[in-house]
């Protein structure tokens, strides 16, 4: 069993700051990309960042210059810095992960339960 538990969201002010985390759990054997995703009342999920195990990373144009993701490759987290942060992030957001389980063949994508972040005054 796999299980993705992020942390990190609340409320904070525009031009505030907030720094979410996910961490990985379980048996796992390798991940591959992991990352960040988005989804507003209303709206469809977005892709915020990703990661791969090798350092590349990917961004939204919306987020560009503002938030920056990094990994723990040994101990399979994967951290948002949100600076700058806008009313428009307002969002629960979700990490996701392309993970290989011991034993097994095939890689999964596993989701978390995702955390919810507020910007508003």
């Known amino acids: 069993q796999v299980q993705l538990v992020e942390s990190g969201g609340g409320l904070v002010q525009p031009g505030g700051s907030l720094r979410l985390s996910c961490a990985a759990s379980?048996?796992?054997?390798?991940?591959?990309?992991m990352g960040w995703y988005r989804q507003a009342p209303g709206k469809q999920r977005e892709l915020v960042a990703t990661?791969?195990?090798?350092?590349?990373?990917n961004y939204a144009d919306s987020v560009k210059g503002r938030f920056t993701i990094a990994r723990d490759n040994a101990k399979n987290t994967v951290f948002l810095q949100m600076n700058s942060l806008k009313p428009e992030d307002t969002a629960t957001y979700f990490c996701?992960?392309?993970?290989?389980?011991?034993?097994?063949?095939?890689?999964?994508?596993?989701w978390g339960q995702g955390t919810q972040v507020t910007v508003s005054s």
């Open positions: 996701n992960a392309d993970i290989l389980r011991r034993f097994y063949l095939t890689w999964d994508a596993y």
């Open positions: 990661a791969t195990s090798g350092g590349t990373t």
């Open positions: 379980g048996s796992i054997s390798g991940i591959r990309a």
